[in-house]
């Protein structure tokens, strides 16, 4: 009567495994890539199988051998490393779950939860989404999920098995940072005041528009004005922090430090900060972030804040002469 986990040492795996525990289960987890440590204080109450869900053996002789009843089936490539690797993902995705969906079949499984997404939806979605809202996925990672979601309906009317299906938005956790996937570092660096961590991790996205930036820093902004942090540090931080965040990811410092502006100016005026020292905490950490880039960066960024329309020049130009003044001060003191 064991419960199957795919995916089982991954995040939101894991958690399941521990809930799982606590209940009494008797528990699989089949993973291509053991993450040992999320299991650490229960791998003597779960037995951990190794192998691709790609491989129809592999899937069958986990299932039989194990006498599973229910599935979890959570494994998979995310979105991300799925845009960068369709064929993986298509052989993980997609032949993964039907591997899943068969061998359920074929040992008399009575339940399998199958784990979709959000990014089966993607055009011409309102801002309510239910059970009649149109798929139509922009992603590849999308694209599998939905294709999965229609098998499991199939094999449930054809053969009966309970299948059912979640489809999650954006999950995030502490410590969990998957390469492209912005939310996580965006809300642990909001916490902790830098925003480089979210620019780099989202460097994919953020580097071709100043959007993504604007909305990066604003969000961030948010979060920190919750987890009780000083509004105008914060806005200071993250604004720097995308700049040189940017920078590594090879994007436009010019707009991304006017994108950054706009969006701390926003944000603090959603969480009551005052306009302008908002602008000014802003200027004045997009300038320290060029200026430590080197100095044609920092010329360029101040060119690019004085020449925008939407800030207030007066404010912007006091902000970037008190900037540079803190500047030449610290390099008299030879700091």
Not at 53 to 77: C, Q, S
Request: glycine letters at 12%; aromatic letters at 6%; one cysteine or more.
């Amino acid at each position: 009567m064991a419960k199957l986990v795919t995916g089982g040492t991954g995040y939101i795996a894991a958690e399941l495994a521990h809930i799982l525990v606590e209940r009494g289960e008797e528990v699989v987890l089949f993973d291509i890539f053991i993450n040992e440590y999320r299991v650490e204080d229960i791998k003597n109450k779960v037995k951990i199988v190794r192998g691709d869900l790609g491989n129809f053996p592999e899937v069958a002789n986990v299932v039989k051998d194990n006498g599973v009843t229910e599935i979890y089936h959570m494994g998979g490539l995310l979105t991300m490393v799925s845009e960068g690797n369709p064929w993986a993902s298509f052989r993980a995705n997609v032949i993964g779950t039907y591997n899943v969906l068969e061998a359920a079949r074929l040992f008399s499984v009575k339940k399998m939860m199958f784990t979709s997404s959000i990014g089966t939806y993607g055009l011409g979605i309102g801002d309510v989404i239910d059970d009649l809202t149109m798929q139509r996925p922009t992603n590849f990672y999308g694209v599998g999920k939905l294709y999965c979601e229609g098998l499991g309906r199939w094999y449930m009317n054809k053969f009966g098995l309970d299948f059912r299906s979640i489809r999650y938005p954006a999950t995030v956790g502490p410590n969990v940072r998957t390469p492209g996937h912005w939310m996580p570092p965006m809300i642990e660096d909001a916490i902790s005041g830098v925003a480089e961590g979210a620019i780099e991790g989202a460097s994919d996205i953020v580097a071709s528009t100043s959007e993504a930036v604007k909305n990066i820093v604003h969000s961030a902004i948010e979060g920190a004005s919750e987890a009780g942090m000083d509004v105008l540090t914060a806005v200071r931080n993250v604004a720097r922090g995308a700049v040189s965040g940017t920078a590594k990811v090879g994007g436009d410092i010019a707009l991304a430090s006017v994108a950054a502006v706009e969006g701390a100016v926003e944000a603090a005026g959603k969480v009551g900060a005052d306009a302008s020292e908002a602008v000014r905490a802003a200027v004045i950490g997009v300038i320290h972030a060029a200026d430590n880039i080197g100095s044609e960066a920092g010329a360029t960024v101040r060119k690019a804040l004085m020449n925008t329309a939407s800030l207030p020049r007066d404010v912007v130009k006091k902000a970037i002469g008190g900037s540079a003044k803190k500047q030449s001060a610290t390099i008299a003191r030879g700091q």
